[in-house]
């Protein structure tokens, strides 16, 4: 099993600054693929960033590629995603997620998941 707890999330103006994380328990860390998903109301859930066990390789929506960027500290069982010039488009609920393998932009790759943090950007 996997626990993952996120924190980092609030309410801010668009081209601000906001950088998520989240510690996970469990398995062996660095085994796993990391990624972030988000929902919007009405939405359904998005990928936005995965990233590989050893960190070597990212993978990042289009709707965030310039903006946002997924690391992770394996020492410390952290993955992050740090979110510049956020936008009003931006407003969501972001959630972690882990999976033991598959390389995919797909939910239903990621079968542990966060509670969730919400991200709230202003115009």
């Known amino acids: 099993q996997v626990q993952l707890v996120e924190s980092g999330g609030g309410l801010v103006q668009a081209g601000d600054s906001l950088r998520l994380s989240c510690a996970a328990s469990g398995r062996t860390f660095s085994t796993l693929i990391m990624g972030w998903f988000r929902q919007a109301p009405g939405q359904e859930r998005e990928f936005v960033a995965r990233?590989?066990?050893?960190?070597?390789?990212?993978a990042t929506a289009d709707s965030v590629k310039g903006r946002f960027t997924i690391s992770r500290d394996n020492a410390k069982k952290t993955v992050y995603l740090q979110m510049n010039s956020l936008e009003p488009e931006d407003t969501a609920v972001y959630y972690c997620v882990a999976s033991s393998g598959g390389w995919s932009s797909s939910a239903r790759n990621y079968p542990y998941w966060g509670q969730g943090t919400q991200v709230t950007v202003s115009s």
């Open positions: 990233i590989s066990g050893g960190g070597e390789t990212t």
